[in-house]
C-alpha cells in the first residue's frame, strides 16, 4: 500500500494503516473494516474533533425544524381561489373545495354544511317574500 493509498480521499488527511476511518473527516473505508460476524457491513466513525455530518440526520432535523402546518405559495393560491369562487360562485368553491383536497375532511365537510345552510336560508327568505 502505498503512500498516496494511506491518505484520506476525501480530506487528504494521513491515516493510520489499515484504520477504517479518517480521524479528521469521518470518512468510513468499508474494504479497511473487518466484518466482525457478516452482520456489520461498516461501522459508524467515533471521532473526537470534527467528523464529517450525517447528512440525512441534518436534512431530518431541518425538515422537523420547519412549520409544516404554515402553508406554501400553491396553498395561497388554492386558498385564493377558493375565496374568490365562494364570493362569486358557490357551487363551483364547493367542487374546487373537494377536488383539490385543500384542507382536512372535517373543514371540508363544515364549509359544505355552511353553504348549503345558506342557500336553503336565501331560499326560503326569497320565497317568503313573494
Known sequence: ???????????????????????????????????????VPYAKPITPGRAAPD????????????????????????????????????PVALLYMWSHRMWSITTRVTVTILVLGWWTYFIIAVSGQQ
Do not use: H
Request: include cysteine; proline fraction near 7%.
Open 1 to 39: 500500500m502505498s503512500r498516496k493509498d494511506q491518505d484520506c480521499r476525501n480530506c487528504g488527511a494521513p491515516r493510520e494503516a489499515g484504520a477504517g476511518v479518517c480521524p479528521y473527516c469521518g470518512t468510513v473505508y468499508p474494504d479497511q473494516i473487518p466484518n466482525v460476524g457478516g452482520s
Open 55 to 90: 447528512w440525512q440526520d441534518v436534512a431530518r432535523k431541518v425538515a422537523t425544524d420547519q412549520d409544516v402546518r404554515r402553508p406554501d405559495a400553491v396553498q395561497w393560491r388554492q386558498i385564493a381561489i377558493f375565496f374568490l369562487l365562494i364570493f362569486f360562485c358557490q
